[in-house]
Each structure stands twice: as C-alpha cells, then as structure tokens.
C-alpha cells in the first residue's frame, strides 16, 4: 500500500510543478543551457516514439488485421487475396504500420516533451493556453483518424473498386498499395482536423480576426487545396476532394465560432 501511494504522490508532485511552471516566469538561460534542454527533448521523442513503434511491431498482425476491416466490410473477397509482390513485403508493410501506429500512440508523450521544452520562452498568456492546446491537438488527431477509418476510408475503397469494375477490371491490389494508401489515409485526416487548432490559436494571440477570415475564403481554399494535395496518399482527384471537402468545412465552422471566442477574451 505504502508504494503506490508514493508513486501517486510523486505523479501528483510532477503535474503541480508542471501546472505552477504555466503561471511563473521562468529565469533566462545561457544559450548552452536552452541547446542541452534540445537535446533531453530530441533524445526523449526518439526513445519514445521508438519504444512505441517496437511495441506495435509486436502486435503488426493484429494492427494489419484491423486496417484491413474497412476493405472487409465492403468486399470480403478483395481482402482475402491481396497479392504479395515482393519477397520482402511483410517486413515492409509491418514496419510501415508499426511505424504509423507508433507516431499515433505516441503523440501525446511527444507534445508533452514539446511543450515542456518552449515553456519558459513563452509569455504569461500563451502559458495559459499550452495545456489546452495540447489536450485539443490530441482530441483532433483522435477525431480525424476515427472519422477517416469509420466513414471515408470505406467510402474511398468501394469508389475505387466500383469504378474499376465500371470499366471491366478486376481489382486485384497488392499489400503495399493498400496498407499503404490506408495507413496515410488515416494519418492524413489526423492532420487535417488540426485546422481548427491553428485558427483558434491565432485568434486567441490576435494574429487572426473573423472579418480576416471572411474576407480570406478564396486564398483559405486555395492552401486547403495545396495541404491537401501535399497529404494525400494518391494523386487522383476524388482522394484530393475527399480530404479537401472537410477541412474546408472545418475553416468555416471556425468562422462561425470565432466570435465566440473573441466575446469571451474580452469577458476575461
């Protein structure tokens, strides 16, 4: 009984210190103090993040398994004869998802160390918003990931199939191309609905005002368009709009919810 309760007071101990470092100033440091603080931050990222993708390599049947379930459920046949190419392709694709599924378990930790290295270099009011930034690019990413694995990834999988059988092919997809495309695909949605994120936070810091926003739809479009196209595991068309669709559509809910948050700055 005595060591779990000293292990929760220490976790407790670590949080309040953290917290209190949001609300405190910090003393500057020498510049060779800030490049060590660098390097336990980079040396931290590295061995988590390869701690992650190691422990999911374990389980790359099951993580291959459960990527796959989304091309299950709109062709079964399909996703009991995808075709092994390559005499190495089940160490690829498996580093390939463990790799993916790691940054992902990973993430947290990883804007944890982030932010625990910047602390001290921000000001009074962006401390106040380091720990709900975080907590927010989590429930983003999380939320991104679901809504692409549970709607869009089987809606771009039975597109595709449907318009090779329109045109009298067979699909017969390989291991790489499909735990490939399914695997950014994901990612790719994680990382749109970070959109909100960056726009909440240049409001907050008055880089950003809703009027600005407004006035900025078209040159807003035209950068959704260019990420979208930056992340989007293919080249087609229909790939590109389906990602591009709902970040447009994330750009104009922070439109409307903007003022919102501007009434409550001025509240506070």
Same mark, same amino acid.
């Given at each position: 009984?005595?060591?779990? %309760?000293?292990? +929760?007071?220490?976790?407790?101990?670590?949080?309040?210190?953290?917290?209190?470092?949001?609300?405190?100033?910090?003393?500057?440091?020498?510049?060779?103090?800030?490049?060590?603080?660098?390097?336990?931050?980079?040396?931290?990222?590295?061995?988590?993040?390869?701690?992650?993708?190691?422990?999911? $390599?374990?389980?790359?049947?099951?993580?291959?398994?459960?990527?796959?379930?989304?091309?299950?459920?709109?062709?079964?046949?399909?996703?009991?004869?995808?075709? %092994?190419?390559?005499?190495?392709?089940?160490?690829?694709?498996? +580093?390939?998802?463990? $790799?993916? !599924?790691?940054?992902?378990?990973?993430?947290?930790?990883?804007?944890?160390?982030?932010?625990?290295?910047? #602390?001290?270099?921000?000001?009074?009011?962006?401390?106040?918003?380091?720990?709900?930034?975080?907590? #927010?690019?989590?429930?983003?990413?999380?939320?991104?990931?679901? $809504?692409?694995? /549970?709607? #869009?990834?089987?809606?771009?999988?039975?597109?595709?199939?449907?318009?090779?059988? %329109?045109?009298?092919?067979?699909?017969?997809?390989?291991?790489?191309? =499909? =735990?490939? /495309?399914? !695997?950014? $695909?994901?990612?790719? /949605?994680?990382?749109?609905?970070?959109?909100?994120?960056?726009?909440?936070?240049?409001?907050?810091?008055?880089?950003?005002?809703?009027?600005?926003?407004?006035?900025?739809?078209?040159?807003?479009?035209?950068?959704?368009?260019?990420?979208?196209?930056?992340?989007?595991?293919?080249?087609?068309?229909?790939?590109?709009?389906?990602?591009?669709?709902?970040? =447009?559509?994330?750009?104009?809910? +922070?439109?409307?919810?903007?003022?919102?948050?501007?009434?409550?700055?001025?509240?506070?």
């Amino acid at each position: 009984m005595c060591i779990p %309760s000293v292990y +929760c007071l220490k976790k407790m101990s670590f949080w309040y210190k953290f917290c209190g470092h949001l609300q405190s100033q910090d003393e500057p440091k020498p510049f060779l103090d800030h490049v060590e603080d660098l390097r336990r931050m980079l040396i931290k990222m590295a061995v988590t993040l390869t701690a992650m993708i190691l422990a999911c $390599f374990v389980f790359r049947t099951d993580l291959a398994r459960l990527l796959q379930l989304p091309l299950v459920v709109i062709d079964p046949y399909q996703a009991t004869h995808l075709q %092994s190419l390559g005499v190495a392709d089940s160490m690829v694709v498996s +580093c390939q998802i463990s $790799f993916y !599924t790691g940054l992902a378990l990973s993430l947290p930790f990883l804007i944890f160390f982030l932010g625990e290295f910047i #602390l001290p270099a921000l000001t009074q009011r962006e401390r106040q918003l380091l720990l709900p930034t975080g907590i #927010l690019c989590i429930l983003l990413f999380l939320a991104g990931t679901a $809504f692409a694995y /549970f709607v #869009l990834l089987p809606a771009a999988l039975a597109f595709f199939s449907t318009d090779a059988r %329109s045109m009298q092919w067979h699909p017969t997809w390989t291991v790489r191309e =499909y =735990y490939a /495309f399914a !695997t950014q $695909f994901i990612i790719a /949605f994680g990382l749109a609905f970070e959109l909100p994120l960056g726009t909440f936070l240049a409001i907050r810091l008055g880089l950003l005002n809703v009027a600005s926003l407004k006035k900025k739809r078209a040159f807003a479009l035209v950068i959704i368009l260019v990420l979208a196209a930056i992340i989007t595991p293919t080249s087609d068309s229909f790939t590109l709009l389906l990602v591009a669709t709902p970040m =447009y559509g994330l750009y104009e809910i +922070c439109i409307w919810m903007a003022p919102l948050v501007r009434k409550r700055d001025l509240r506070d």
